[in-house]
């Protein structure tokens, strides 16, 4: 499967790589997320510890080997408080504070989305409930190292 690699230096002396891969793999094609749900996961960080916002962003390589990291990155790491397993989402904001959903992980999520026969139902369906349910959800959102 075609992966996205994603640099993270969140502590001076620690870099890790995140690899996703491409939501193309079992959508039609990125998945376009409504410049609501964005403000409606910001204004839960502000009230709720559990989801944070902070920079770590190092670089953005497609699954074609293109850098585009300087572009307006999400990295959501989310883990369901009651199973512990974790999810993670890559979005590309757009200028108009939209996004597009472009990389998805971990492998076994994924292929649960394939096995599902309604992978884009289920994608909206689990980040619609990181809205509805955030006391059920841990989310550190990454962005950007150059971002002001």
């Known amino acids: 499967m075609k992966k996205w690699k994603v640099s993270l230096k969140l502590e001076e002396n620690e870099k890790n790589l995140v690899e996703l891969i491409d939501a193309k793999e079992i959508l039609d094609g990125y998945l376009n997320i409504n410049r609501n749900f964005y403000v409606e996961l910001l204004n839960i960080a502000k009230i709720i510890n559990r989801?944070?916002?902070?920079?770590?962003?190092?670089?953005?390589?497609?699954?074609?080997?293109k850098d585009w990291s300087l572009n307006p990155w999400i990295l959501m790491l989310v883990k369901d408080?009651?199973?512990d397993?974790?999810?993670?989402?890559l979005m590309k904001r757009e200028k108009d504070l939209s996004g597009f959903l472009v990389g998805i992980g971990?492998?076994?999520f994924v292929n649960y989305l394939k096995e599902?026969?309604?992978?884009?139902?289920?994608i909206k369906r689990f980040l619609e409930y990181l809205?509805?349910?955030?006391?059920?959800?841990?989310?550190?959102m990454v962005i950007p190292n150059f971002i002001g």
Request: glycine letters at 6%; aromatic letters at 14%.
């Open 116 to 122: 599902s026969k309604e992978e884009e139902d289920e």
């Open 131 to 140: 809205i509805a349910y955030p006391q059920k959800f841990r989310i550190s």
């Open 85 to 89: 397993i974790p999810f993670r989402f």
């Open 81 to 83: 408080n009651e199973s």
């Open 106 to 108: 971990p492998e076994k």
């Open 51 to 65: 989801y944070m916002i902070g920079k770590g962003i190092e670089f953005v390589i497609d699954p074609n080997g």
